[in-house]
């Protein structure tokens, strides 16, 4: 996501700097759209869902009960709704990036008039609200990870390893 939030950075500077169009930028200008999660959370909860299938009081621990049992019923329900829904409103963005963009044979965003977009407030704003909300996402992301982290160890210490 990393080279997500770098794309964005440049194209935010182009835009606020009116800088000069150059080829390297098409690219640019496609990476700063996308999510960066993708299938991310392929995250299987089978083990979680056995758990629970077998009976939850097979832990001892109330303690390591009550953060796994928060862990998937909520944390992650919470990341899986934020991860599925989309940065901004679908509809706006693509009539917007058709009407912008043409898209290159390998799907590069090319500006249809450059010296029109770097004047378009819209596009500015658009552009940061992706960017925003990617960094939003990741710092759900990075929560959730911590907490399972945080669980792991309850877990091993009930299975005293």
């Known amino acids: 996501m990393n080279g997500l939030h770098v794309s964005s950075e440049i194209i935010l500077s182009v835009l606020k700097d009116k800088a000069v169009y150059n080829d390297s930028l098409s690219h640019h200008f496609r ?5 960066g ?3 991310l959370l392929g995250i299987s909860t089978a083990g979680y869902e056995a758990l629970k ?3 939850l009081d097979i832990i001892s621990s109330k303690k390591t009960r009550s953060e796994i049992i928060d862990y998937f019923d909520n944390e992650l329900q919470e990341l899986k709704v934020r991860i599925e829904r989309p940065l901004v409103q679908k509809v706006i963005t693509e009539e917007y990036y058709i009407k912008s963009f043409y898209q290159s ?9 450059y010296d029109q977009l770097i004047e378009d407030q ?5 552009y940061m609200k992706l960017y925003t909300e990617r960094k939003v996402l990741i710092m759900f992301i990075s ?5 399972a982290e945080q669980v792991l160890v309850l877990i091993k210490d009930e299975l005293g390893e």
């Open 31 to 35: 990476r700063a759209t996308w999510s």
């Open 37 to 39: 999660v993708g299938n």
């Open 53 to 55: 299938t077998e009976g």
């Open 105 to 113: 044979y390998d799907k590069a965003f090319i500006p249809i008039e």
């Open 122 to 126: 819209f596009c500015y704003s658009l």
């Open 143 to 147: 929560r959730a990870l911590e907490r």
